[in-house]
């Protein structure tokens, strides 16, 4: 029989967890969060020093692998924090707060915040443009949820009562996703010229805020006209590829599926961070469990979260 991947001792023990961490942070060794230095680093084993303290011969400072990192000053055993990093990136679905809470024996409150410190670790450090060297982007805008207090448009149709997220996937690459205000031009292509490399074929549908691309600002900008029942066709500009918008697409689908399916309840003030989430596992969804907990978990330096950032309570999550 296979092991289970939570029999590691990792997931068991606090100090086995430090040790995997520093693994993961530190391949090389240990490095100063406080001035970045890699050498004259001493480990400080007295009884008086918690597990995994270091002091730094440079600035004199001492640290462990949490200081700067979502973990920073956190109470929660770090075999926990690595636990649910593993349950939320390798969960196809997702998973919900009160799920969260009950598989790791902690108070609802506290997976919920633990998700959002996750959620952070997850978000994109800059990570350049999207496409470049003549790859394929391709970018379409979703509608999910209703925003409180605007009504429903009736037989007239129209999206302004729901959230817009607008998404951008590079073939075979990364894909990255934005809670907007409207659907318009105006919106729209200043986050395509912000995150797209001007060297990359953009493919979309045949909307209107799609249109009168600025002369240039891509390789090529090719269209599928879905009121024609037109969805995919032989590229006009890249030998051998299909111009369709199928991969955003499927990502859209999955996206509100899932945020339905698993979390219930989101809010407009966090939907962003929960974006990013899938962002990450759509990113990496050709990697194993393992690789893409991995990834979470280097994400999580230089980004602090606090309590009173989240700015509320928790929310309802199934």
């Not at 390798?90 to 707060?97: E, L, T």
């Not at 549908?205 to 691309?213: E, K, L, P, T, V």
Request: proline share 3%; with cysteine; hydrophobic share 30%.
């Amino acid at each position: 029989m296979a092991e289970s991947l939570f029999d590691q001792p990792r997931f068991k023990d606090a100090n086995a967890a430090r040790e995997h961490l520093e693994s993961i942070r530190w391949p090389t060794g240990p490095v100063c969060p406080h001035c970045g230095a890699t050498d004259r680093m001493s480990k400080l084993n007295g009884k008086a020093h918690r597990p995994g303290v270091y002091d730094c011969g440079h600035c004199r400072d001492q640290f462990t692998v949490t200081v700067g990192t979502v973990f920073e000053r956190s109470k929660i055993p770090l075999n926990k924090w690595l636990m649910a990093a593993t349950l939320l990136a390798a969960s196809k679905k997702g998973m919900s707060s009160h799920q969260l809470h009950r598989t790791l024996g902690v108070t609802y409150k506290t997976a919920w915040f633990m998700s959002h410190r996750l959620r952070e670790a997850m978000k994109p450090n800059g990570g350049g443009m999207l496409g470049g060297g003549g790859k394929i982007v391709e970018a379409d805008e979703t509608y999910f949820g209703n925003i409180k207090g605007r009504k429903h448009p009736g037989k007239s149709g129209g999206g302004d009562h729901k959230h817009k997220i607008f998404a951008l996937v590079e073939r075979d690459g990364t894909t990255r996703s934005f809670h907007v205000a409207n659907v318009n031009d105006k919106t729209l292509k200043p986050i395509l010229h912000a995150q797209v490399a001007s060297d990359t074929h953009l493919m979309t549908d045949s909307a209107g805020h799609y249109r009168n691309m600025k002369r240039g600002a891509f390789l090529s900008h090719e269209m599928v006209n879905h009121t024609r029942k037109e969805y995919a066709r032989r590229s006009r500009a890249v030998k051998g590829a299909v111009a369709h918008t199928n991969t955003v697409e499927s990502f859209s689908g999955l996206l509100k599926r899932r945020l339905v399916g698993t979390y219930d309840h989101v809010s407009e003030q966090h939907l962003q961070k929960y974006c990013n989430e899938f962002d990450f596992r759509f990113t990496h969804r050709k990697t194993n469990d393992f690789e893409r907990a991995t990834a979470a978990l280097k994400g999580i330096e230089g980004k602090r979260l606090t309590y009173r950032r989240i700015k509320s309570g928790p929310q309802a999550e199934a």
